[in-house]
Structures are given as C-alpha cells and as structure tokens.
C-alpha cells in the first residue's frame, strides 16, 4: 500500500540519530496524519508500554473504550495484565534496529504485530517506538477511514479541561497526548486567554506524574527576591524576616511538575539560576551552601516572542533552547471559531450553577453576535461575557440584551448609546490608559504600577484581566 510505505519513508526521518527531539515533533505529527488514514492498526506506545498514539482502527479494536492513550498496549490490545513475554516493540527500542515479523511469528502474539520500528531520539536512545499490526482483514481494504472523525460524544470533544472540536484544537489535543508521555520540557506559547496553565496542567495530568504534585508558579506576580526564595527556599537568617528553613516549590513538587507561567518577565539574573536547574537538576535554598536535588519536569508559557526578546538580550538563548524541547502553540479564538457554540454551553452550565439562575441556552441573534465578535481576551474574555449574561438574564435564554450596551448582532459596538454609556466607556478608557501608562513607567512590575495608581495588586490584576491589557503589548 502506498500510504504505508509512506508512513515508513516518514519513520525514517524520525529514526535519524542525529535528529534533535525537537525536530522529532513535527515528523511525529507527519506520521499521525498518515496513519489516520490507514485501514489497519497503527500505535507509538514508549518503553514502559504506555500508548502515546493510536489511530482509529486501533481505537474501534482495542478493550479501552476511546482514546487508548495512558493504556497499556497490552491491556489495549490483548486484555492481559501483564506484557507479554517477548514483545518485538520492545526489542526494536532496545536494539534501535526495525523488527520485522513473519506471519508464523505473528501468530505466536496477542497482538498480531508486524512491524516495529523504534523512535530514536538525538541522545541515540530509542524512547517510543511506532507499532504497525498485521490484520488487514480488521477493515475491509475498500473501507476507508475518513480524515476528519465525525463528533458524536462530548468526550471526543474535550481533553481535560480544554475544549473544543476545530482541527486546530484536534491537532493541539494529539500533540498534547504525545508530549505527556515524554520527560522533556514543554513551552506553551500563545495569547493571553487561550487556557496555556489549563493545557499545562492536561499535560500533568495525562503524564506519569500525575499522582505527584503540580504547582504554578506566576513569574510576573511575584518581586524577584521573593520569587527567588518560593522557588529554591532559604535557610534561617539568609535574610530579614527569614526565621526559619522553607522548602522551595521546586523541592515540594519533587516526581511532580512546575509550570513557570509568564516566564519571559524573570529576570537575566534568575533565569541563569533555572538554567542551573535544568542542567543539573539541583537547586541552592538562598543563604545555603548546600545543593540539593530535585526531579521536577518544567512546562514553561509565555505569551510573547522570546527569539525577538533574545535579540534585545532580554531573555537568555541558552535558556529558551533548554525549555522550547517540545514547543507547543495555542490557537487564538479567532482562528477556532467552530468551538464558540460548546465553549459557550460550558460556560453558560458552568455560571448557571454558580449563580443559582436557570439558564440553558441562548437566542440565535446573541450566539451570532459571539460568533462574530473579535475576541482580543479569548477564551478567558468569552468566559466573563458569559458570566456577566447569566448574572444579568432574567429568563431561561440569553439574549442580545443581556451582554450589556455595545453589543449588536455582528458582535460590534452600537451606535445611538445613551448619555450614562458613552461617560462609563469613556471613564472606562480613560482608566485603561493611566493603567498601560503606570505599567510602562514601572517597566512592567505590577506591584509597582499598583502603588503608583494607589490601588492594591488585586484590583490591578482583575483591571488587567478586565481591559485585556498584557505586559507584551499593554496598548492593544
């Protein structure tokens, strides 16, 4: 079959020893649109049996309902409890040579596996290795498996607490399910509001650290000295107020993750030390002598360009090669506008609950003025919309009106607004300039900017989540 010999040809690339794991993702990805359309079974399964990736054959003949990923291959495809005795797959990744099987030999498995072939990574270490079955009779060979999969149940359309159902979604959700399994560091990068601590914490949770902590750690919202000490810990008198031993976040998450959100705010001084960390895998609590070390895997995000801010010699390139192993973009709302309907039901049940209103739905008029509307905030912004709607609706629908003045059908601003509405928009933008104006002669420290509008850091924070307002780009 052509397809398949093209899925070996693009096997080989990944096979290449001197192909950096970075590079492997992208042929990965290669290999999952080929083998979507193959009539039989194909896997990548990692060296302790884990299924990374499945196609739908696999799926429609495996003992684990949906998805397999986070299954065994074993109890996937055979329904044992253990592997078995002399697996070829795991032959191939020890040896890094492809394993052929004859029919004869193939008879002697469960599985009815054909061919391994092992997934070599640039250490020249086979990690995974992608599995091809030998049961051409499980689909007709004029069947065909459609590239695009009907959605029939809300499970397909939701992985964690990411939702959506557009072929950008789909294709985050597959990359998703294959970082998981890897040890590697992952860079989320994205527009503020697209949900990169949600797809941080699916990734968490999907890995085999799953039952280990996961702690976040806001680099934009923490001073530089403080972070420092949350991070790594200090000893009793390393400085003023330090009264006893901490812990870091780093060593209380050991076996776990550490998600570094807006990690393009630290400092260069701070990011040499997690370079340190990365390299070495230890850490020194502030005001200690004494290293020790500590097994976190790193998920970084940021919703800014890093190669421009290394060109200002802003952030360290040594550093962003070190998190970027497994970059992975979140789409903009704008560019998946096929999940604002399920989005739109999530959060509406979501409020409806929260606030104690009975609202299930909403008129055709209001969902095509939020089809319609821009969305700078994303996913976060559609959220708020929502929550405002609910608390505001005084029936079982949301209507246009209930979005607020300033809505009209193509989710634009109105014209014709009485007097009250055009003195709050005006307040409202005349308060979102001082905000961007404080921001910029603070260099964008937050706790700085407070104290300069005199307001506390958590009313500056809901004001920046309300205007939309990132330290990117504050004027946009």
């Known amino acids: 079959m052509e397809e398949a010999q093209a899925l070996r040809s693009a096997v080989k690339d990944v096979t290449d020893p001197r192909m950096e794991l970075v590079d492997v993702t992208p042929n990965l990805q290669a290999v999952q649109r080929l083998a979507t359309r193959l009539p039989f079974r194909v896997m ?67 599985c009815l596996l054909q061919e391994a072939v092992p997934l070599v990574s640039s250490e020249g270490r086979a990690r995974a290795a992608l599995v091809l079955f030998g049961d051409h009779r499980v689909v007709a060979p004029s069947a065909s498996v459609p590239t695009e999969r009907p959605v029939t149940h809300a499970a397909e359309n939701q992985l964690g607490r990411l939702i959506g159902r557009s072929q950008p979604m789909r294709q985050l959700f597959e990359m998703i399910r294959l970082v998981s399994g890897s040890q590697a560091t992952v860079l989320l990068q994205g527009e503020s509001g697209t949900g990169k601590e949600l797809a941080a914490k699916t990734i968490h949770t999907l890995s085999g650290r799953r039952a280990m902590p996961f702690i976040v750690v806001d680099c934009g919202a923490l001073p530089e000295t403080l972070l420092e000490s949350e991070l790594f810990g200090h000893v009793k008198g390393a400085f003023t107020g330090a009264t006893a031993n901490k812990k870091g976040l780093l060593e209380e998450a050991h076996g776990g993750t550490v998600f570094f959100d807006e990690i393009a705010d630290t400092s260069p001084q701070f990011q040499a030390k997690l370079l340190r960390v990365l390299q070495e895998g230890e850490i020194k609590p502030v005001g200690s002598s004494r290293s020790i070390t500590v097994d976190v895997r790193i998920i970084s995000a940021t919703n800014k360009d890093l190669l421009e801010l290394i060109k200002t010699k802003r952030f360290r ?160």
């Open 44 to 110: 990548v399964i990692d060296a302790g049996f884990s299924v990374m990736y499945d196609n739908e054959p696999a799926r429609a003949r495996g003992n684990v309902p949906g998805h397999l990923h986070l299954a065994k291959c074993y109890e996937a495809i055979a329904g044992r409890t253990e592997p078995c005795r002399s697996c070829p797959a795991v032959e191939a990744m020890q040896s890094g040579e492809i394993q052929t099987m004859s029919r004869a030999q193939r008879g002697a498995h469960h």
């Open 317 to 476: 390139e040594d550093l962003y090669y070190r998190l970027a192993v497994l970059p992975l973009d979140l789409p903009a709302l704008r560019r998946r506008r096929d999940d604002i309907p399920l989005l739109v039901q999530h959060f509406l049940q979501r409020s409806s609950t929260r606030h104690v209103k009975y609202v299930r739905t909403l008129t055709d008029e209001a969902m095509e003025a939020l089809m319609r509307a821009p969305w700078p905030g994303n996913v976060r912004e559609l959220e708020h919309v929502i929550e405002r709607a609910v608390v505001m609706a005084s029936g079982p629908a949301l209507t246009l009106t209930d979005f607020g003045e300033g809505w009209n059908k193509a989710g634009e601003p109105t014209s014709g607004r009485d007097l009250r509405a055009v003195a709050r928009d005006a307040a409202q933008t005349a308060e979102r300039a001082r905000i961007v104006e404080a921001l910029h002669q603070a260099s964008g420290k937050r706790a700085r900017a407070a104290r300069a509008l005199k307001i506390s850091r958590a009313s500056l924070y809901n004001k920046l989540r309300a205007y939309h307002i990132s330290l990117d780009s504050p004027c946009s």
